[in-house]
Every structure is written in structure tokens, then in C-alpha cells.
């Protein structure tokens, strides 16, 4: 597993930023988030977003995140369908097992 792979979760890259969270002092208030870590870019399928402008539905919210998990968790909420890339994609191949009944017992 390459570094990368251990920075992605469910779709959202959270590279240098994932990395940095961990240290945060926590808890840790929006604003003061916002303001010092804004400019931080989080990964998605289809680019790069920056973290103000993914939190920016929270502006007037007085969210304190009490650990890196819960920021962790408001950071893929918000994020939301963007992280999901190709909608309905599977890369498992079609199902050919049935339930049993074009099968016969030796």
C-alpha cells in the first residue's frame, strides 16, 4: 500500500492535510479552522478542492470539533456525492450465481 492509498477515504484525499489534522489542538472551532487551515486542498474523484471552500455551508455555524475523527467525519458529509465517482459503477463483474435451482445435486 502506497502512502497515497493510506490518505484516501471513501472517494476524499486528504493528502498533507490528513497528516496535519492529527496534530491540531483540539477541540478546535470552526472559524479558527477555516482561518488557519483553509487553504488546505482535498482530493476528489474529479480534482482538487480547497477545505474553506468545501465548509463554507458551516460559515455561520459555531461547530467545535472535539478530534481529528469528527473533523475527519464533517469533512465526508460535506463532500457527499462528489467523493463517489462514477455513479452505479461497479468493477465487480455481473452476478451469474442464481439461487440455486439451475444447479443439480450429484
Known amino acids: ?15 498533507e492535510f490528513g497528516d496535519r489534522m ?15 487551515h483553509g ?3 482535498i482530493g476528489l474523484p474529479d480534482g482538487e478542492t480547497r477545505l474553506d471552500e468545501l ?3 458551516l460559515q455561520d455555524d459555531e461547530q467545535t470539533y472535539q478530534d481529528p ?10 463532500v457527499g456525492d462528489d467523493a463517489i465517482g462514477r ?5 465487480r463483474g455481473p452476478s451469474t450465481a442464481t439461487d440455486g435451482d439451475d444447479e443439480e445435486s450429484l
Open 87 to 91: 455513479e452505479n459503477y461497479s468493477d
Open 22 to 36: 492529527e496534530s491540531f489542538d483540539y477541540p478546535l472551532d470552526h472559524e479558527t479552522l477555516v482561518d488557519e
Open 69 to 78: 475523527a469528527e473533523l475527519e467525519t464533517m469533512i465526508l458529509n460535506l
Open 55 to 57: 465548509l463554507a455551508p
Open 39 to 41: 487553504d488546505a486542498e
Open 1 to 15: 500500500m502506497t502512502d497515497e492509498d493510506d490518505t484516501r477515504q471513501h472517494g476524499v484525499e486528504f493528502g
